[in-house]
């Protein structure tokens, strides 16, 4: 560590005393200058940077996915000294490569942009640091192996279906099974590393780029400091830390959802051939992330029809009918071309197994392509344009989403519905699951918007928000029934969090006062994220402040998606008298599942325990402990 600091400390020391321009530390600049640009010295610290570089992410990569304990126990250890050191080289070469190709009248300017890189990485170190380093020790959760299995599948070209919402994507998350043991086996035994654990890393930078991105639009649209802030707002949300560890497709969608629209407002405000392209390709390549990216389609089309109203109404006015016909031939073009780039992506992702099969050849389940194939049954012959994996997977997520079947009754607030949901449920799940600090800051900018709305371009700009986050809030909350997780509400979240970065938009001309507050929030955000190191899925704010109690409120993927079932283990051999989940009535220990505790699949089964006695104890916020005497059991039950 000492080693480090020295190493570093005359760049830091360098780029400090420079934005200061102030005369009296000119001599100390241009001496750590003169030393650091000396041509012996500057190669000797470039050939150390790339050697700790190299060095350092190798032994990261392989910290993450260590199932040997000695072994783990060393990388975890150095895992924080191997960051500092690929961080600070990085910063290193970045410096000394300005330096020797930039002269001094220009070096104000690449100063700045030195700054904003190093901030951005930081940031994206801090959320790599806080997602890898809260990945240990984590069980696999109820649905990541399904997942990993597809990637498996589709890595030896077989895109057939097997369970309802697997996607193309999860190859990501199998490339580590396939080619870590192509690296390593002439230098380390394969035991030594678990690929399903380097599966999860996948995610973890797929999520880094997705912070990326969302830098760059809001400081597109609201300049440097709105995107460092919603970039922090992202890092800083639980959800996203616990859901961008795992081998599921969330985030997935959530990234690609927000690509599409980022590339749609870039084509829109810069109407060029590439930015159309790479608009299209990308709402394409969504498609094959999960199929909540099927609303992508509905969502631009209500953008563009609010984006020509008001030209279209001027021109009626004017009865200038021929140029409303001619944007309408336009965007038909469009349209035409998206949906066969849209359908070329798709048939690739799924690698054309069974394109070209007839309507009339498939089995739905779902009252939607049911309908479709009865009312085409005349056409029924005419082969389908989509892989069969794709549109049978689409079909059985249809018939999920209407009735809610296979995920076991619907719990909220202590209340269970059969095949039959909660409207507003995910309003009550982000009230208790994202920080309250977060929700405040959204519900300021809101105020901000209100009130300065002349500072505001909607047409431009807001409208690719609003758009999608109105589209989502309404469907999610009223007309979706898989009510079984927040995950599912993730895709609305960069939106937002782009959308508060606007807090900041006239930041230097903001009142001292709202200063204070907003570095306030921003302290009670971390520190309400950061002390939850490394429980993220059963994250709840402080409006529940005993953990004991999150099972009142929520559960599934909210609270117990089996991550801590390794905890459990370990817990039940150390506790040989606990009694895991008793069938009847007992006293004692007794360890139980909130999932089962309050009767997702039978709601009666322990209801003698969830109506007479109240948990002491917890076992990672997760699974609830019961001290019952044989004197309270007896008053209960009798003898």
Not at 190 to 217: C, E, H, K, N
Not at 258 to 265: C, D, R, V
Not at 303 to 309: A, C, G, K, T, Y
Not at 621 to 633: G, K, T
């Amino acid at each position: 560590m000492l080693l480090v600091i020295l190493y570093n400390l005359p760049i830091a020391s360098f780029l400090i005393l420079s934005f200061k321009d102030k005369k009296k530390y000119q001599k100390i600049i241009d001496f750590v200058k003169k030393l650091l640009l000396n041509k012996v010295l500057g190669k000797m610290i470039i050939r150390i940077s790339f050697l700790a570089i190299t060095v350092s992410s190798f032994f990261l990569f392989i910290a993450f996915g260590a199932t040997n304990d000695h072994l783990h126990k060393i990388f975890s250890r150095l895992a924080p000294l191997m960051f500092l050191i690929v961080s600070n080289g990085i910063a290193t070469l970045l410096f000394l490569y300005f330096n020797n190709l930039i002269s001094e009248k220009k070096l104000r300017p690449i100063r700045a942009q030195i700054s904003e890189l190093t901030l951005l990485s930081s940031f994206l170190l801090l959320f790599l640091v806080i997602s890898a380093g809260s990945i240990q020790n984590k069980s696999h959760t109820a649905d990541e192996f399904k997942h990993f299995r597809y990637g498996k599948n589709m890595l030896k070209l077989d895109s057939s279906r097997f369970d309802d919402s697997k996607m193309p994507f999860s190859t990501l998350n199998a490339i580590p099974k396939k080619v870590i043991p192509l690296i390593i086996n002439h230098y380390l035994s394969p035991d030594l590393v678990d690929p399903f654990l380097l599966g999860r890393v996948i995610t973890i930078f797929f999520s880094m780029g997705i912070a990326y991105f969302l830098y760059q639009w809001a400081k597109s649209l609201y300049g440097i400091y709105a995107g460092f802030f919603a970039m922090l707002l992202y890092i800083l949300d639980p959800n996203i830390i616990a859901h961008s560890r795992l081998i599921t497709t969330d985030m997935y969608a959530v990234g690609m959802i927000l690509l599409t629209l980022y590339t749609f407002w870039r084509f829109c405000n810069h109407k060029t051939w590439k930015n159309f392209f790479l608009s299209a390709i990308v709402l394409g390549i969504s498609q094959l992330a999960k199929y909540t990216s099927i609303y992508l389609y509905p969502i631009l089309l209500v953008i563009i029809l609010i984006r020509v109203f008001p030209t279209w109404t001027a021109h009626f006015r004017k009865k200038q009918y021929l140029l409303i016909w001619k944007d309408i031939k336009t965007g038909f073009k469009y349209a035409i071309l998206i949906l066969v780039i849209s359908l070329i992506i798709i048939n690739l992702g799924f690698l054309f197994n069974r394109t070209f099969t007839p309507l009339e050849d498939y089995s739905f389940r779902s009252e939607l392509f049911q309908s479709i194939q009865e009312n085409l049954s005349e056409i029924g012959f005419i082969p389908v344009p989509i892989p069969y994996p794709y549109l049978e997977g689409l079909d059985w997520v249809k018939e999920r989403e209407r009735t809610g079947a296979g995920y076991g009754n619907i719990y909220l607030l202590e209340e269970i519905r059969i095949g039959e949901g909660f409207s507003g449920y995910y309003i009550y799940a982000s009230l208790l699951k994202v920080p309250i600090a977060t929700q405040i800051f959204i519900i300021l900018s809101a105020i901000l918007y209100i009130s300065k709305r002349k500072d505001f371009d909607f047409m431009r700009n807001e409208v690719f928000l609003f758009i999608p986050i109105a589209f989502f809030f309404i469907y999610f909350n009223f007309l979706f029934r898989t009510q079984i997780g927040i995950r599912f509400y993730l895709v609305l979240f960069p939106f937002l969090y782009i959308f508060s970065g606007a807090i900041i938009l006239s930041w230097a001309s903001t009142r001292k006062s709202f200063k204070i507050i907003t570095l306030a929030l921003t302290i009670y955000l971390a520190t309400s994220v950061i002390s939850s190191y490394p429980n993220y899925i059963q994250y709840f704010n402080e409006l529940i402040w005993d953990r004991r109690n999150t099972y009142k409120y929520l559960i599934d993927s909210n609270l117990d998606w089996y991550q801590e079932k390794d905890k459990l283990h370990r817990y039940l051999e150390s506790h040989p008298e606990a009694k895991y989940q008793p069938k009847r009535p007992s006293y004692g220990t007794i360890i139980m599942s909130p999932n089962e505790l309050v009767g997702i699949w039978d709601e009666d089964e322990f209801r003698w325990l969830r109506d007479n006695f109240q948990p002491l104890d917890t076992i990672e916020d997760v699974y609830l402990i019961y001290q019952i005497s044989e004197d309270e059991f007896t008053e209960v039950f009798g003898r």
